[in-house]
């Protein structure tokens, strides 16, 4: 069975930072997906689950919707396989609740049906 786990969302005053995390919880998992390029997603209340940034398996290409560029950073570390979201400037609109999720291939896409695999979501609130 295939698990992420996020953590580190919370909550932050506006132009804040928090940093997200998605590690892989077993061996299957880690076997499953090391070569796929992971993403992460966010869905407001009331909103469409949207795209917010995706790093190929090797990490060396990433994609950013204009949205979140220049204030976001995604990275992994496939040693701790552990995926990353450095969130900086943060706005209220910010606030979601964020996944991360593993893609079919290696180097993904803003698409969410290109991806198979999803975390249970972690809640970023950014206050004004």
């Known amino acids: 069975q295939v698990q992420l786990v996020e953590s580190g969302g919370g909550l932050a005053q506006a132009g804040g930072s928090l940093r997200l995390s998605c590690a892989t919880s077993?061996?299957?998992?880690?076997?499953?997906?090391?070569?796929?390029?992971m993403g992460w997603f966010r869905q407001a209340p009331g909103k469409e689950r949207e795209f917010v940034a995706v790093?190929?398996?090797?990490?060396?290409?990433?994609d950013y919707s204009d949205s979140v560029k220049g204030r976001f950073t995604i990275s992994r570390d496939n040693a701790k396989n552990t995926v990353y979201l450095q969130m900086n400037s943060l706005k209220p609109e910010d606030t979601a609740l964020y996944y991360c999720?593993?893609?079919?291939?290696?180097?993904?896409?803003?698409?969410?049906?290109?991806?198979?695999?999803w975390g249970q979501g972690t809640q970023v609130t950014v206050s004004s």
């Open positions: 077993s061996a299957t998992t880690r076997r499953t997906i090391s070569n796929n390029a």
């Open positions: 999720a593993a893609a079919r291939g290696s180097f993904g896409s803003r698409r969410p049906d290109n991806y198979n695999y």
């Open positions: 790093i190929s398996w090797r990490g060396e290409t990433t």
